[in-house]
């Protein structure tokens, strides 16, 4: 069980969840391969959900959900993108994409009542993620919790504007290359898209992440990078209340000693600079 622990003097909190030091490669991958992978899914935590055709803990299906086994909250979820154990947003097919993002949606109202819904990704080691395979997860937080999480940014230093979003680089962005996506609808959750809005979504995700990659790969600023070690990450959340947007943070640089000792931030890549660039790659 978690143990939530509030500053005396400030509105943060810290999650203390010691199991999650055992998450990670367990025995089963070591001799057999990725328990994630289609085929291995009587290896895996308990599925609680599915897009696909097959009956729970059996192969072909197309999205997979399961329990977290190493939970941070009450309810913890992992939501496996494909059976392929490479290709995530940036590679899928524009179909896999709508897939994952409505199994995001189909999630995030089974738990609204639940409490704070954190829809949210680590892609690659350096991003945080414990297991290759391409996944994501949702966690269900109480709503006394402040999660200190940012307000949605007005629309500044423009990427890209659709139908129903806008992509851009705000102006206190506190990461290189950071994007933010923002519905044009004003007051609504993200649990309220419709299908049209998936689909708009997931292409726009697939564009960026891809761009994103582009960048990081090409960019003389991270040519000393030995790409090997430190392969394409980032992370992205979905801000779970009202005036939703969905937040791309890629792990180009790491924090260091102010941004650990201070409330401030130190980005290197103007966000002006950022969407200009990135325009050049997502249009």
Same mark, same amino acid.
């Given at each position: 069980m978690s143990k939530y622990v509030p500053d005396s003097t400030t509105k943060l909190w810290v999650v203390i969840a010691s199991t999650r030091t055992d998450r990670g490669e367990n025995n089963h991958q070591k001799s057999h391969g990725c328990i994630f992978c289609e085929g291995h899914e009587h290896f895996s935590p308990q599925e609680v959900y599915r897009l696909g055709p097959g009956h729970p803990n059996t192969p072909e299906w197309h999205v997979r959900v399961l329990q977290n086994k190493y939970p941070i909250t009450d309810i913890h979820e992992v939501v496996i993108h494909s059976p392929d154990h490479e290709k995530d947003f940036e590679q899928f097919t524009h179909v896999q994409s709508e897939r994952v993002i409505t199994v995001f949606k189909d999630r995030f109202n089974e738990h609204k009542n639940a409490g704070q819904v954190l829809i949210f990704n680590n892609h690659g080691l350096h991003a945080g993620a414990s297991q290759t395979h391409p996944h994501s997860q949702i966690a269900v937080f109480p709503r006394q919790i402040e999660l200190g999480m940012l307000a949605r940014q007005a629309v500044q230093n423009g990427v890209l504007e659709t139908q129903y979003f806008n992509v851009y680089c705000p102006d206190f962005s506190q990461w290189p290359y950071e994007v933010w996506i923002a519905p044009h609808k004003k007051e609504t959750i993200f649990g309220n898209v419709d299908e049209n809005e998936i689909a708009d979504l997931s292409?726009?995700?697939?564009?960026?992440? $891809? %761009?994103?990659?582009?960048?990081?790969?090409? %960019?003389?600023?991270? %040519?000393?990078?030995? $790409?090997?070690?430190? &392969?394409?990450?980032?992370?992205?959340?979905?801000? &779970?209340?009202?005036?939703?947007?969905?937040?791309?943070? &890629? $792990?180009?640089?790491?924090p260091g000693g102010i941004e650990l000792s201070t409330s401030l931030t130190v980005n290197v890549v103007d966000p002006t600079d950022a969407a200009t660039e990135l325009r050049e790659f997502v249009l």
């Open positions: 292409l726009i995700l697939k564009r960026v992440t $891809r %761009a994103l990659s582009h960048i990081y790969l090409t %960019a003389e600023m991270f %040519a000393k990078v030995d $790409r090997h070690l430190h &392969p394409f990450g980032y992370n992205f959340y979905i801000y &779970p209340h009202k005036e939703w947007y969905l937040r791309i943070i &890629p $792990r180009f640089v790491h």
